[in-house]
């Protein structure tokens, strides 16, 4: 199965926007958004924002793809990144044909219905680059947007790590381990 991008949707908003791959002059704009949701502190495990290299490495080391909005922009306004979200082996070797992905929606943006197109294509793109399943390693126990999203698309839960995670204030959470086959 070929995937031809940019695929292209209307948002519940009214928004044109295409999901495609991240170009290098989009990095940038991708970091900006992971250091403001890595800030929040309710979905990934960093404490501190990502430097450049430290962003590459983490998010942009293998196939990386962008939501952005297209049409009604102005001929000199570069589009607009809704969302992002990175596609890699979950681990190496003879245990490659389980990836990983890592997603990320514009605060103001959420519930516009962007995360689950993400979702819904990363699921495609997996299939079609030969990966079997899909892992998610550390889904905070507090982030059920997102876990409600993951079971609708249907990720069954393996594991939960007791107090995985030390919110900023203080206070400890588990963190769920999801997975789906692709099979």
Not at 2 to 26: S, V
Not at 31 to 55: D, H, K
Not at 72 to 80: M, N, R, V, Y
Not at 146 to 172: E, H, Y
């Amino acid at each position: 199965m070929n995937i031809q991008f940019p695929l292209e949707k209307t948002l519940r908003n009214g928004w044109r926007a295409e999901l495609d791959k991240m170009q290098l002059p989009e990095q940038e704009s991708v970091r900006a958004l992971l250091n403001t949701v890595i800030i929040e502190g309710q979905t990934y495990p960093q404490i501190q924002p990502l430097s450049t290299s430290e962003f590459v490495a983490y998010w942009a080391s293998h196939d990386a793809f962008v939501v952005r909005r297209v049409g009604e922009l102005g001929e000199q306004e570069s589009p607009k990144i809704l969302g992002a979200f990175y596609l890699k082996p979950n681990f190496p070797g003879r245990c490659r044909h389980i990836c990983n992905a890592g997603f990320i929606v514009q605060p103001g943006l959420r519930r516009q219905g962007i995360g689950r197109w993400m979702g819904e294509a990363m699921l495609a793109i997996a299939s079609a680059q030969g990966y079997q399943a899909v892992m998610f390693n550390l889904v905070f126990a507090t982030n059920t947007p997102s876990i409600s999203l993951w079971q609708s698309l249907g990720f069954n839960t393996i594991g939960r790590i007791p107090k995985a995670v030390q919110l900023a204030d203080g206070s400890q959470v588990d963190a769920l381990i999801l997975y789906r086959s692709l099979n």
